[in-house]
């Protein structure tokens, strides 16, 4: 198969949807892979590491999207890049097609076969291709806290760590899935005095069972985080109840509960934030300050840091790449049960239910359109 990898132009993405490495696996397959000028320098690959690996380079985004039969991608294609998009050709990227209507007619229009990184679902519902970003936004967040509580940065002032014959900051995590279980490590490896609050009983057993002794279980609810954010230095807000929209778990009132400097770090904040002040920020504009308390809410923290973005993304989309490759996206989506739930939209015809509905577009069922390649 020919594939294309493009540089990606959104606003401040630095990630690259194919790794050098990637590119030498799917040279041992046989495929061709066509690397637009520049692509990989944002994660720290060169044009020459891409050729080393068997790749092409090619000068501009208008051949590769021209030459190629798939496109890997890491974001979801910007208005300049809609008309670069041929008609049978495979899209593979973060689309959230449910929050564009825009990206997704003009994904119809285009008859593109558009394969979403983010409705990708193995059996047992987990989601193998977002887990790598929560994981790198878990694992950050206690980074940022910890920075924003410096008091240059308006904080309280506070080491999360402490230090001998001083007591560490109090960190409180609120969600103990992916992002909440690696924010918690973190923070407890800072030396930080972490709990983590969670409303799934048997989440917690387990997370007591594999945390160190620096990080305590409490059940969520109203009346135990109300008390919590009064001795907080550091909020981390991970909660997530997927295909909705994430509850306020501390109120605008809540927030004259809590000390001057207090740092809030709502990682849930593209599901619209389980604290109910934040609002999206940017990585140029990361923080505002509400009633003295510190807000650091933005959208998409896996964009800071490239080099171990682009790796961990890559590391998970990888195989499924080569899937498709290998055996074409019919084939591949018709015997992979996970890969088929990625189909968006196929062809002119949207085949994942919850888009359809976010838009009231006509609604076809994906094994339909699977059986008219078959
Ligand atoms: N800002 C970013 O850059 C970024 C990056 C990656 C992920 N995220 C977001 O982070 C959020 C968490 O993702 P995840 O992968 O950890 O999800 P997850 O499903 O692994 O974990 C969510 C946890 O929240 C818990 N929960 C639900 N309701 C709760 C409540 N009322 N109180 C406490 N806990 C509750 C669930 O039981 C679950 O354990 C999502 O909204 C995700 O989109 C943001």
Redesign the pocket.
Known sequence: MIIGVPKEIKNNENRVALTPGGVAEMRKHNHTVYVQATAGVGSGFSDEDYVAAGATILPTIEEVYGIAEMIIKVKEPIASEYNLVKEGQLIFTYFHFASSEELTRAMIERKAICLAYETVEKKDRSLPL??P??E???RMAPQEGAKYLEKPLKGRGILLGGVPGVKPAEVLV????????QAAKIAAGFGARVTI????LT?LRELDDIMPANVVTQM?NHYNIKEAIKTADLIIG?????GAK??H?ITRDMLKDMRPGTVLVD?????GG?IETCKPTTHENPTFIIDDVVHYC??????AVPFTSTLALTNATLPYAVLIANKGWQAACSQNDELRLGLNVVNGEVVYKGVAEAFDLPYTNVNNVLETYA
């Open positions: 977002l887990i970003m929560s790198v936004a878990g609120l969600g103990g899935g992916i992002v909440g279980t609050m969670d409303i799934n989440r969520s991970a909660v997530l109840i997927p994430a509850p778990l990682v849930a904040v593209d599901q389980c933005v959208a998409n923290m896996p964009g």
